[in-house]
């Protein structure tokens, strides 16, 4: 049974706010998430886990 309250580890409304505008930029538009996070990665720039976006 769930108790209707969020793991310790999910983001914060601002930080999921801040990860779909992230997701929203002209040059991450078209592209999974799995990319988008791969390429900021990449840059040395972690938001969340590979999956947080996608729930």
Do not use: F, H, K
């Given at each position: 049974?769930?108790?209707?309250?969020?793991?310790?580890?999910?983001?914060?409304?601002?930080?999921?706010?801040?990860?779909?505008?992230?997701?929203?930029?002209?040059?991450?538009?078209?592209?999974?998430?799995?990319?988008?996070?791969?390429?900021?990665?990449?840059?040395?720039?972690?938001?969340?886990?590979?999956?947080c976006?996608?729930?």
């Amino acid at each position: 049974m769930s108790s209707g309250l969020a793991p310790a580890s999910a983001l914060t409304g601002t930080e999921r706010a801040e990860v779909l505008a992230l997701m929203n930029r002209p040059q991450y538009a078209d592209l999974p998430p799995a990319q988008i996070w791969a390429r900021e990665l990449d840059e040395g720039r972690y938001w969340c886990s590979e999956r947080c976006p996608c729930r």
